[in-house]
């Protein structure tokens, strides 16, 4: 193959292919912040870990309804409705086009910045949301399977 055949094949493959490989990459960081937020929330009710809140285009203005009963640890593993959340949120930006929506993680109790900066014991300052964030990115592994690339 000429360089020229080759240099069109990889502007076509990547034309066809990158918006795809971004669309997973979208989709699986805002699960995995969403799902890493919610772990790490401090426990005492459930109330602040049951309010985070996966939402497209806008914040969610949601707050108050969203409690996970069962939940009495701190780090306890995400429940499946919590999964369920982040699976839907996901499965809807796949579905999209690369860069239509803007993805939000929001919690609307009046406490939660509280607590993202240190206010609970069970929670270092930062350890919902910026370590989280900062966890996801340096770990981030995304399956891509492109059909008919080998």
Known sequence: MHSFQFEA???????????LI????????????YLGIVQKTPVLTARARGNWIPSL??????????????????GVPPTSTERGYGKAIKQKLE????GSQTAYVTNNL???????NGYSPK??????????????????????????VR
């Open 57 to 74: 285009g806008a914040p969610s203005e949601e707050h108050g309804e969203h409690l996970n009963a069962g939940v009495s640890l701190t």
């Open 9 to 19: 094949e990889m502007i076509r493959w990547a034309t066809k292919n990158i918006p």
């Open 123 to 148: 929670a270092p300052p930062g350890a919902m949301v910026q370590q989280t964030i900062i966890n996801t990115l340096d770990g981030l592994k995304v399956e891509v399977v492109l059909k008919g």
């Open 22 to 33: 971004g669309k997973k990459v979208h989709a699986a960081v805002t699960e995995a912040v």
């Open 110 to 116: 009046d406490y939660i910045s509280r607590l993202e």
């Open 95 to 98: 579905a999209l086009p690369l």
